[in-house]
């Protein structure tokens, strides 16, 4: 019943920006914690960046803090991830995740994911 939905992701060349979505229901969106991972072709999951159940407290990783960013919208059962200076190391499929547990790369919910391709 409980459904992550991703979209936003694309084609693009380094340094452009671009904006994923995550639609959620099935759950009381406003009661989980919310976070992006990521996972490149041979490489293992890896955290991207999380959200508190009010948007108040984010956490990022080193490898995209302060070229990406995380929101929420509660009222829109949405998360958001701004991306900005995008890199060809960022290529990968991104993944929304609900009640994420940081440091493990492990959650409650999983959506389908979404494909960002970065060209250079």
């Known amino acids: 019943q409980v459904q992550l939905v991703e979209s936003g992701g694309g084609l693009v060349q380094a340094g452009d920006s671009l904006r994923l979505s995550c639609a959620a229901s099935g759950l009381t969106f406003s009661s989980y914690p919310m976070g992006w991972f990521r996972q490149a072709p041979g490489k293992k999951r890896e955290f991207v960046a999380a959200?508190?159940?009010?948007?108040?407290?984010?956490n990022y990783a080193e490898s995209v803090r302060g070229r990406f960013t995380i929101s929420r919208d509660n009222a829109k059962n949405t998360v958001y991830l701004q991306m900005n200076g995008l890199r060809p190391e960022d290529t990968a499929v991104y993944y929304c995740?609900?009640?994420?547990?940081?440091?493990?790369?492990?959650?409650?919910?999983w959506g389908q994911g979404t494909q960002v391709t970065v060209s250079s």
């Open positions: 995740a609900a009640d994420p547990r940081l440091g493990t790369t492990t959650a409650r919910y």
């Open positions: 959200i508190s159940m009010s948007g108040g407290v984010k």
